[in-house]
C-alpha cells in the first residue's frame, strides 16, 4: 500500500471506531450521557419581623344606651337587641327567636325589659313609640340599623343581623 492510501485507510478506520462508539453509546441508552441531578443550593432569606398592626380602636358604646346594650357592643361590633316585657304573653318567644337568630349570625345579644325604668328611659330617647315586643340590629357606637317591630322569627333575625354585619 502506499503512503497516502494507508493514511486514507487509518482516517476511515478513526472515524469508523469513533462512529462505532457512538452507536454503542446509543444503544445502551442515554444513561452514560445524563448528567446527575444536584440540589439546587439554598438560599436562606430573612423573613421581617411581623409589625404590630396599629387598627384604629373600635368606638365605644354610646353612654346613652341601656346598660345591658352597651355592654354586649362592648364586646361585638353587631348586637341583636329584643324589647320585652317579662310575663307579657308571646314576649318570651320573641326573645328566644331574636337569641338563636342572633347565635346564628354569629353577633352579640341583649336583652332590654321595658318594664325597667333606666331601659324604658333610654329607649324613649332613642326609639320614641317602640314597643314591645321589638327586635333592634345595632351597631356600635350604638347606631340602630334594623327595627323589627312585633314577633321576627329567628330566620329574619338572622338575614338582619348579617346584613348589619
Do not use: C, W
Amino acid at each position: 500500500m502506499t503512503q497516502p492510501t494507508l493514511i486514507k485507510v487509518t482516517v476511515l478506520a478513526a472515524v469508523a471506531a469513533g462512529l462505532g462508539g457512538l452507536g454503542f453509546t446509543e444503544l445502551r441508552g442515554h444513561h452514560a450521557l445524563t448528567p446527575i441531578p444536584v440540589a439546587a443550593p439554598l438560599h436562606h432569606s430573612r423573613v421581617p419581623a411581623a409589625r404590630p398592626r396599629h387598627t384604629a380602636a373600635a368606638p365605644t358604646p354610646a353612654s346613652t344606651l341601656p346598660a345591658p346594650l352597651r355592654q354586649a357592643l362592648t364586646g361585638h361590633g353587631v348586637v341583636v337587641a329584643v324589647l320585652y316585657a317579662p310575663g307579657v304573653p308571646g314576649d318570651a318567644a320573641a326573645v328566644e327567636a331574636a337569641r338563636e337568630g342572633a347565635r346564628n349570625a354569629h353577633v352579640g345579644f341583649a336583652k332590654l325589659n321595658v318594664r325597667d325604668e333606666a331601659v324604658a328611659k333610654a329607649l324613649a330617647l332613642k326609639l320614641p313609640g317602640s314597643s314591645d315586643p321589638s327586635v333592634l340590629v345595632v351597631t356600635r357606637p350604638g347606631t340602630i340599623v334594623t327595627l323589627l317591630a312585633g314577633y321576627a322569627d329567628r330566620a329574619i333575625v338572622v338575614q338582619a343581623a348579617r346584613d348589619a354585619a
